[in-house]
């Protein structure tokens, strides 16, 4: 098969298995971000298949999909910061940092402002609030709106008046 029916064919079960992820069903949605990945390896592909992952609480499992993801393309962000989202979860924020940071040097990254944000949540864990502080302020500046990042700078600041 040509290399633009592959992609064209993956993009399509991707889009099928993430519509399943949205719908709740977990496990249809892992069969279809697989077929994807047989068909052509993305990194979207992977990335989504370790968030899917995530759900389920297979965090060890959605980590080794973002290293997958990494491996087919380091310059998408998601798996980078995923990543240290869920070493986060894992109660492991000193692993999380360098995997945040990285995520936020990447080229192909919608989302800047959810690495900024989850890196002052391991700052705060770690007890780096002003490290914290502006790790929040600058997902402000990404995205003015973010109202998780608003809710933890106001409390990161009322801790400390």
Same mark, same amino acid.
């Given at each position: 098969?040509?290399?633009?029916?592959?992609?064209?064919?993956?993009?399509?079960?991707?889009?099928? &298995?993430? =519509?399943?992820?949205?719908?709740?069903?977990?496990?249809? =949605?892992?069969?279809?971000?697989?077929?994807?990945?047989?068909?052509?390896?993305?990194?979207?592909?992977?990335?989504?298949?370790?968030?899917?992952?995530?759900?389920?609480?297979?965090?060890?499992?959605?980590? #080794?999909?973002?290293?997958?993801?990494?491996?087919?393309?380091?310059?998408?962000?998601?798996?980078?910061?995923?990543?240290?989202?869920?070493?986060?979860?894992?109660?492991?924020? #000193?692993? &999380?940092?360098?995997?945040?940071?990285?995520?936020?040097?990447?080229?192909?990254?919608?989302?800047?402002?959810? &690495?900024?944000?989850?890196?002052?949540?391991?700052?705060?864990?770690?007890?780096?609030?002003?490290? !914290?502080?502006?790790?929040?302020?600058? !997902?402000?500046?990404?995205?003015?709106?973010?109202?998780?990042?608003? #809710? =933890?700078?106001?409390?990161?600041? =009322?801790?400390?008046?």
């Amino acid at each position: 098969m040509p290399d633009a029916e592959r992609l064209t064919k993956a993009v399509g079960l991707w889009r099928k &298995a993430y =519509a399943l992820q949205m719908e709740g069903k977990l496990e249809e =949605a892992v069969t279809y971000y697989k077929a994807s990945i047989e068909v052509l390896p993305t990194a979207e592909a992977h990335t989504f298949l370790g968030w899917t992952y995530s759900f389920m609480d297979r965090l060890d499992e959605a980590i #080794e999909e973002c290293k997958k993801a990494i491996a087919v393309d380091p310059e998408f962000g998601n798996p980078w910061n995923d990543i240290g989202a869920y070493l986060l979860q894992l109660g492991e924020p #000193e692993q &999380a940092i360098p995997y945040l940071q990285r995520a936020l040097q990447t080229r192909r990254y919608d989302s800047y402002h959810f &690495a900024h944000m989850n890196l002052g949540r391991a700052y705060l864990l770690l007890g780096r609030f002003e490290d !914290a502080r502006g790790a929040f302020r600058q !997902a402000l500046e990404v995205e003015p709106d973010y109202e998780p990042a608003k #809710e =933890a700078l106001s409390r990161l600041i =009322a801790q400390f008046n």
